[in-house]
Each structure stands twice: as structure tokens, then as C-alpha cells.
Nanobody, 117 residues
Framework: QVQLVESGGGLVQPGGSLRLSCAAS????????MRWYRQAPGKERELVAS????????NNADSVKGRFTISRDNAKKMVYLQMGSLKPEDTAGYYC??????????WGQGTQVTVSS
């Protein structure tokens, strides 16, 4: 079955950096676009960044442009989110996701990022 397992979250000071990882299994990873989402308490889930199967990237959230970079390693079935210049408003649960060809969406269990001094 489809599994997405995020890791790399934690507590970081404002201005700091984190690298999130997502390990994928159970589907043909190399043919699908992948996405990173985030959700803060009391807010809707927000699409942060996406990457095509060939590696073309999009920062979908204006608030992260110039600070976050999505990447992938098809051989390892991994997708990453490098986050820099972190701000308190980046505090959220971060989830990787995939929409399969049948239209079903899958997310992992998420990894918590807390930006605080």
C-alpha cells in the first residue's frame, strides 16, 4: 500500500534551517509529482511546494519563495524540503503528498516544525 513517511522536523530558532525528508513506497514513485503541504493549528492545509517527476519545481506558497526548496531522488524514492530563514509563522505540521493516477490523494503522518526562540 501507499506509504509516505516524513522526518526531520523539530524546534528551531527564527532564522534557522531544517531539512525535511519523505520516504515513499507502495507506488511507482518516479512517475508522480510530489508535494509538500503544511497545516498550522486552526488553519487549512496549505500547499507549500511541488515537484514533477522530472524535477521541475514550484513554490506554491508565496510566503516561502526564496526560502524553501523542494527536491527529490527518484533512485531512493525520497522527496525533500530544505527550509531556510525560518519564521515563527512557518510553525506547522508538514506533510508530503501524492495524487495517484486514479485521483486518490495520500499524505504521510506529518512532521512537526516549530520555529521559536
Amino acid at each position: 500500500q501507499v506509504q509516505l513517511v516524513e522526518s526531520g522536523g523539530g524546534l528551531v530558532q527564527p532564522g534557522g534551517s531544517l531539512r525535511l525528508s519523505c520516504a515513499a513506497s507502495g507506488f511507482l514513485f518516479s512517475i508522480y509529482s510530489m508535494r509538500w503541504y503544511r497545516q498550522a493549528p486552526g488553519k487549512e492545509r496549505e500547499l507549500v511546494a511541488s515537484i514533477t517527476n522530472a524535477g521541475a519545481t514550484t513554490n506554491n506558497a508565496d510566503s516561502v519563495k526564496g526560502r524553501f526548496t523542494i527536491s527529490r531522488d527518484n533512485a531512493k524514492k525520497m522527496v525533500y524540503l530544505q527550509m531556510g530563514s525560518l519564521k515563527p509563522e512557518d510553525t506547522a505540521g508538514y506533510y508530503c503528498g501524492v495524487r495517484l493516477v486514479n485521483g486518490n490523494d495520500f499524505w504521510g503522518q506529518g512532521t512537526q516544525v516549530t520555529v521559536s526562540s
